[in-house]
């Protein structure tokens, strides 16, 4: 079955403990991007890449990383995360070869920073 | 930076009823996306509009994009209660990056 997956799917950390949401795609898609999603403000897209080794900042990297070894992987890194940064966060892919850019997303990590 | 603007950002309607979310976009977006978000879910690819005039069809929902006034809309007909549900446009610019709008959160009432 053609999925984008997240773990954890819930999460709940103190301030300043590194964590790692880890997002896989098994449809060769080349776009992997991460969202947040806030009540009122939608998604915002918080780190894309068009392929491997090829990462972007989105419109609201800071305190977030990523990297991308793999096609098929593309985790994001909070090495010191904020309270500010509690959310519900999801991972997409697309594949680029089509222009239309259709994205697939993955079931969503709900982050808690206390 | 492209910015996507929606309304209404609620919407109550009864079932049976039509009506049209819009969706206004800032700069220059020659794709513009649908997708829908029932509660507690991810998000589910409805429309992707790839062309000025664009138009597309599923059931009782149709989307179409206008470029030249940077408008695409998402019309509802004969609204039924399992459309209830948030729908969100989105824009990508020509660094492929993607901006959503803030959503539609869409009640049929009975």
């Known amino acids: 079955e053609a999925q984008v997956t997240q773990n954890p799917r819930y999460l709940i950390t103190v301030t300043g403990k590194k964590l790692t949401v880890t997002c896989s795609q098994n449809m060769n898609h080349e776009y992997m991007s991460w969202y947040r999603q806030d009540p009122g403000l939608g998604l915002r897209q918080i780190y894309y890449s068009m392929n491997v080794e090829v990462t972007d900042k989105g419109d609201v990297p800071e305190g977030y990383k990523v990297s991308r070894k793999e096609k098929r992987n593309f985790p994001l890194i909070l090495e010191s995360p904020s309270p500010n940064q509690t959310s519900l966060y999801f991972c997409?892919?697309?594949?680029?070869?089509?222009?239309?850019?259709?994205?697939?997303f993955g079931p969503g990590t709900r982050l808690t920073v206390t | 930076e492209l910015k996507v603007e929606q309304n209404p950002l609620f919407l109550s309607m009864q079932e049976g009823k039509n009506y049209t979310i819009y969706c206004n976009y800032s700069?220059?977006?020659?794709?513009l996306y649908w997708y829908r978000q029932d509660p507690g879910k991810s998000l589910e690819s409805l429309f992707v509009?790839?062309?000025?005039?664009a138009v597309k069809q599923e059931g009782r929902l149709m989307a179409s994009l206008d470029t030249k006034a940077r408008l695409s809309t998402l019309h509802i007909t004969a609204a039924v209660h399992d459309l209830s549900a948030t729908y969100f446009c989105a824009g990508i610019n020509t660094g492929n990056q993607f901006y959503f709008g803030t959503g539609t959160s869409l009640t049929v009432i009975p």
């Open positions: 997409a892919s697309s594949s680029t070869g089509s222009y239309s850019y259709e994205q697939y």
């Open positions: 509009l790839l062309s000025n005039g």
């Open positions: 700069t220059t977006s020659d794709r």
